[in-house]
């Protein structure tokens, strides 16, 4: 099924444009190697390339918003299949569709619009000569429904715009008429490409910006000598916490240490300057980031989370995907704080950018729920290779090491979201997500039919 998307990837871009599909192929490299760290930079980066997709997409005359959704889907499956766990990339490929949806019915309602004043003008002038008909309501619901759906040949030939069209060719002629039809698809083409690439600009501004737009409602969940306790470490959450600093609120921060979790453009940072040892888990990470800004900073091991948890007053913690049900899937570890923190009654404030906002359940089949990591960041195989050898008879090893990358937190664990658009309770996520997604692209992949 993936040769077939190839093969029709290959046949929507033009011989003109033989660097688009090199970009294409580049990226999915990328996303198959695990060279793209961070869902922010997945978002900002996939969105990016689907807008050099739009820009090079040739559209028809007819059917304009499909042309241009198929060549989304046929880059999108590409994109999801190369890193299923990353659902962000699927995110903005059906953030896109929709933003293409959206400027296609707008374009429509404007020509209903303008259709609807021409039809009150024509009205006015009837008053005045009675020498025209009247165009009827029959006739400007056909002509609405012809513009929101692709014009057939008989809508063409006899539809509203022959009624229009019948005045203006006994004075002009009708092949100025069929130029002027010509001149209209070729400037409504160009009208949805520049609005949907404008829109998909303005996406791209929103999640390069959204942890300036969460931290700037840090000072109003932060307050005066409280404890706050995170895990691991979260770009968002470092913003965050350092936006109330800078508001001069003064509280201490609690990081469990996140163990184990270092990602792999940082292994290799701190590989270069030999700081490993001191280094390997990302919550030695956000400490020293937090100090380095002026923040008091104890940390923790995973462990000792219960038995700090009652000293907390709050948890606030990054997420990898908020699901539509308002679960989360976050690094390995963090369903066990939420257990904590719904044990002692502290809240459990989690913060996602919008690109993270996933229109999928947890039990969806597209949804990949988790991966396994290097069993290496968990023991030295060098130290534990005489237990790795097969010494059972049978071919199998003794010892086993899984080593998962993500928890799923359910949404009764959540107290607060927290995004670019503002706080929201987990029942409410549906509600958000449903405005940046459409029903019609929760499946990207269409299946063919099939035939009895």
């Known amino acids: 099924m993936l040769g077939i998307q190839m093969f029709r990837l290959g046949t929507i871009f033009s011989k003109k444009m033989p660097d688009m599909q090199v970009l294409v192929n ?37 059917n304009q918003a499909e042309a241009l959704m198929d060549a989304i889907r046929a880059v999108g499956v590409q994109l ?40 009150l003008s024509d009205d006015e002038a009837d008053d005045e000569t009675g020498d025209h008909p009247v165009l009827s309501a029959a006739a400007v619901a056909a002509a609405s429904r012809s513009t929101l759906r692709a014009p057939s040949l008989q809508t063409l030939l006899d539809g509203v715009p022959e009624a229009t069209a019948t005045h203006h060719a006994s004075s002009s002629g009708g092949d100025s008429d069929g130029k002027s039809k010509s001149a209209d698809k070729n400037s409504r083409s160009r009208k949805l490409k520049h609005d949907v690439i404008e829109a998909v600009n303005e996406l791209i501004q929103d999640i390069a910006t959204c942890h300036e737009q969460i931290a700037e409602q840090a000072v109003e969940h932060i307050h005066q000598n409280e404890v706050i306790l995170t895990f691991g470490r979260s770009r968002t959450v470092m913003e965050f916490l350092c936006a109330a600093k800078e508001k001069k609120r003064s509280f201490r921060v609690f990081v469990a240490e996140g163990a184990p979790s270092m990602e792999s453009d940082m292994l290799l940072e701190f590989c270069l300057r030999g700081m490993l040892s001191a280094m390997r888990y990302q919550g030695h990470i956000l400490a020293k980031e937090l100090v380095s800004r002026g923040l008091q900073t104890t940390v923790i091991t995973d462990s000792a989370v219960f038995a700090m948890i009652s000293r907390v007053n709050m948890v606030i913690v990054g997420a990898h995907a908020v699901m539509a049900n308002g679960g989360i899937i976050a690094p390995v570890g963090l369903n066990m704080v939420a257990l904590a923190a719904q044990r002692h009654a502290v809240p459990f404030v989690v913060l996602a950018g919008s690109h993270k906002l996933c229109p999928l359940y947890p039990h969806s089949p597209e949804v990949l729920l988790n991966e396994l990591k290097s069993p290496s960041d968990l023991l030295d195989f060098g130290e534990f290779s005489d237990c790795m050898d097969f010494g059972s008879g049978n071919g199998v090893p003794l010892l086993h090491v899984v080593n998962p990358m993500f928890d799923y937190v359910p949404p009764k664990l959540v107290n ?35 035939r009895n």
Do not use: C, W
């Open 416 to 450: 607060l979201f927290i995004t670019d658009t503002g706080g929201h309770n987990a029942s409410y996520m549906y509600r958000l997500i449903a405005d940046y997604y459409s029903a019609n692209d929760l499946v990207i992949q269409r299946r063919p039919a099939s």
């Open 26 to 62: 580049d990226f999915v490299n990328k996303l198959k190697k695990r060279k793209i760290e961070g869902s922010l930079a997945t978002a900002k980066m996939t969105a990016e390339l689907l807008r050099s997709v739009i820009s090079h997409q040739r559209v028809p005359y007819t």
């Open 80 to 119: 999801i299949a190369a890193n299923p766990i990353e659902l962000a990339v699927g995110n903005i490929v059906r953030r896109v569709l929709h933003i293409i949806r959206e400027e296609e019915l707008s374009l429509a309602t404007a020509s209903i619009g303008g259709l609807n004043l021409a039809a």
